[in-house]
């Protein structure tokens, strides 16, 4: 893995984590290995959205924590080093433009592929083909909706409640997933 | 072709996988009954969506709790259904109402 810090996404409680690696376990929510690659258009309209979520920086290596609580330990240094509060102010300019994008099928199965290959209890659909159409289907959502919106979620034209339809969502919550062991489009599914 | 507020209308959306496996399905009930469905795509028509919402409540807890496709609402009797899982059967049971 590149030593370049990236942007991940909580798909439980949409926490942003900006460093080098993910956090293991979301400092919010508690979930373990919950934490996506996002890219910063994503990142961005999170921190622009999520009020009421907190900006906390590693004292030591500078990744960045958005979240309703600071990371424990950093997941980047390893470092015990304290996550100190900074304001909103501070933390937009130490989020530094990143060299990497989501804005092609390609970038967006791979985020995906790294993702459950984090994660022991979650794998991709084996229909390929769905897949790739629901790669296109969130590309789509994000030029024509701004965010990588679910294709078989409907957005209620509220962005704060919306947050929830990134893809990943939360999955985990649905019946889909408790009932089936899938998520409502049938992309993630229980190993 | 039922006049509006009285039509079985089916919510779907473009890219949605099941949706597109779904097509075939709602073509051969729509034979098989001599009864015509309006097809409403939710993610490239504002329209629609606002339609799709304003039965949102009804719908929602049809799909589980969150407004989705592939979602089924029958006008004239306030029915739902929805999801990966509807087949011949439960299409007509939900235009019979």
């Known amino acids: 893995m590149s030593e370049k810090k990236r942007y991940w996404r909580c798909h439980v409680c949409n926490d942003i984590h900006f460093g080098v690696k993910p956090p293991e376990t979301c400092p919010t929510c508690g979930m373990r290995n919950a934490f996506v690659l996002c890219d910063q258009p994503e990142a961005d309209r999170i921190f622009e959205l999520a009020r009421d979520k907190n900006v906390w920086r590693c004292s030591r290596c500078d990744d960045m924590h958005l979240g309703a609580k600071p990371m424990p330990q950093c997941s980047s240094c390893a470092s015990a080093a304290k996550y100190v509060s900074v304001s909103r102010e501070e933390a937009g300019p130490m989020m530094r433009p990143v060299d990497y994008t989501l804005s092609a099928p390609d970038e967006v199965l791979a985020a995906w592929d790294e993702f459950v290959g984090r994660n022991g209890r979650i794998r991709l659909w084996e229909e390929r083909g769905s897949v790739q159409q629901l790669s296109v289907g969130v590309l789509e959502n994000v030029k024509n909706k701004g965010l990588k919106y679910c294709p078989c979620r409907v957005p209620l034209d509220d962005p704060v409640k919306d947050l929830k339809l990134i893809c990943p969502c939360n999955f985990l919550a649905q019946q889909t997933w408790k009932e089936h062991g899938e998520c409502w489009c049938g992309l993630f599914r229980k190993r | ?97």
């Not at chain 2, 075939?24 to 629609?48: C, F, R």
């Not at chain 2, 304003?54 to 807890?61: H, R, T």
Request: with cysteine; aromatic share 10%.
């Open chain 2, 1 to 97: 072709m039922a006049e509006d507020g009285k039509r079985l209308i089916w919510f779907y959306g473009r890219e949605c996988p099941h949706c597109k496996k779904l097509h075939p399905v709602v073509d051969q009930w729509e034979a098989q009954s001599g009864i015509s469905i309006t097809k409403l795509e939710v993610w490239h028509d504002e329209k629609n969506a606002q339609l799709m919402r304003k039965y949102g409540e009804v719908i929602s807890a049809a799909c589980g709790g969150d407004l989705g496709v592939p979602a089924f609402y029958n006008e004239a009797t306030g029915k739902a259904i929805c999801g990966s899982r509807v087949d011949l059967e439960k299409m007509t049971s939900w235009a019979k109402g």
